[in-house]
């Protein structure tokens, strides 16, 4: 017997329907269709947990299209969307189900609430097929289930904080290397507010023997500390202000420090931005700039002010996402000193089984004032040790797939 758990009222949980059409009658002849279009999900797990469904592995031959997607939660979690899209004989049959995990979850904890959703979703469509007649619906306890997403008593007041460190020693008779990193940071997020903090370090020692005998030591590091507070003013209006500290070698910065405000605003609700988000962002900040070695501007230490604008514009659909974001920032000193960068990535699917991907980034730069005086050494270019002058800077990729043969894609099969 094939068994549902459809869990009413369960923590994290949410369903969202304006208008529900009635399904088309039972088909007798076969299963349901499903194209699981996920990134994450553990495909394996989910054919052994739910296999009272067919896989396909293109959407043209599903009944159902299945949309996952995914955006982090204040509390360091998951929030992860499930949007039914009914194709074919369910065309009109669509809806949106959600739930969200903690930063605590196990795999297996977030897993198995994945496909517990993604059974309660189907249920609807399984009613108007063969299985009907085998379908069974069991409704848990309120206290097994929980009563509310809404947390009664929070004695850390949605605060969330994480630690990390990490070391690593590798080397052979020739050279040898260290590196370190470590990072902390504080995070509150609600409807109103949102505050992030976060102190990062990260150390670098090489060791190099030359063909001469002589023996090389690179050391480095890129430290930082920052901090961002938003307020939410509306459903497309924000306000935030930011600081930064920080100190990196190879920027030729022994201190940098930054504080800055400015506004954002979302020309589709903000609440829409796990499929659609379109943000136009400007912040105004002072930097002041303490340098490790001369510039080539003949600076030790220098106080600007710069206009920092951010364009960006995300889509996950059926047939695929794309991502573009525009960016530019600008020394009010002197408009000359400024960057601009350029950064955008398709992924579609054009016809049955081929997939293209295609992405790049361009920037022009003017604004590397930091820059160290004096001619690198081989040494510094080959190890990178330094940022060198450029104008410019460019990546570009592609690529593509194509499947044929089989639409089924139900067995799991993990041997060797």
Request: overall charge neutral; glycine content about 8%; some cysteine.
């Amino acid at each position: 017997m094939v068994s549902l758990s459809a869990v009413v009222g369960a923590s994290g949980i949410h369903a969202s329907s304006d208008t529900r059409p009635q399904a088309a009658p039972a088909a007798s002849h076969d299963r349901l269709r499903v194209f699981l279009d996920c990134r994450e999900c553990e495909f394996d797990y989910l054919r052994r947990e739910i296999d009272f469904i067919d896989y396909v592995r293109d959407r043209t031959e599903a009944d159902v299209h299945i949309l996952v997607t995914a955006q982090g939660t204040g509390s360091g979690g998951t929030e992860v969307a499930l949007k039914f899209l009914g194709l074919g004989r369910f065309k009109g049959v669509d809806d949106e189900l959600k739930f969200a995990t903690q930063q605590s979850s196990t795999n297996n904890e977030r897993r198995a609430a994945f496909a517990r959703i993604l059974k309660l979703g189907l249920v609807r469509y399984v009613t108007s097929t063969s299985m009907a007649d085998r379908l069974q619906v069991l409704l848990k306890d309120e206290d097994e289930a929980g009563r509310s997403t809404t947390p009664q008593n929070d004695p850390w007041n949605f605060w969330v904080f994480r630690a990390r460190a990490n070391a690593s020693f590798e080397g052979e008779e020739s050279d040898q290397s260290r590196n370190f990193a470590g990072s902390f940071s504080g995070n509150r997020v609600t409807d109103a507010w949102k505050v992030a903090t976060s102190v990062n370090l990260n150390l670098r020692e090489n060791r190099f023997t030359l063909s001469s005998g002589t023996k090389l030591v690179d050391k480095s590091h890129d430290n930082s500390a920052q901090a961002l507070i938003v307020k939410s003013l509306s459903d497309h209006w924000s306000a935030a202000v930011r600081g930064r500290a920080g100190s990196t070698t190879f920027l030729n910065q022994d201190r940098a420090l930054r504080a800055a405000a400015g506004v954002e605003y979302s020309f589709f609700p903000y609440r829409e931005s796990a499929t659609k988000e379109l943000t136009a962002q400007l912040t105004l900040g002072i930097n002041h700039f303490d340098y490790t070695e001369l510039t080539i501007y003949d600076k030790e230490k220098e106080t600007v002010a710069d206009a920092f604008f951010v364009g960006s514009f995300d889509l996950t659909q059926p047939w695929g996402s794309t991502e573009i974001t525009f960016e530019t920032v600008t020394y009010l000193h002197d408009p000359g000193r400024h960057r601009l960068e350029l950064d955008g990535g398709l992924d579609a699917r054009l016809f049955k089984g081929f997939s293209l991907n295609v992405g790049g980034s361009i920037s022009r730069i003017r604004n590397q004032i930091y820059l160290q005086k004096g001619d690198a050494t081989d040494e510094e270019i080959l190890l990178r040790r330094r940022q060198l002058a450029t104008d410019y800077r460019y990546e570009f990729r592609m690529g593509f797939s194509y499947t044929f043969g089989s639409i089924f894609n139900n067995i799991v099969n993990t041997r060797f």
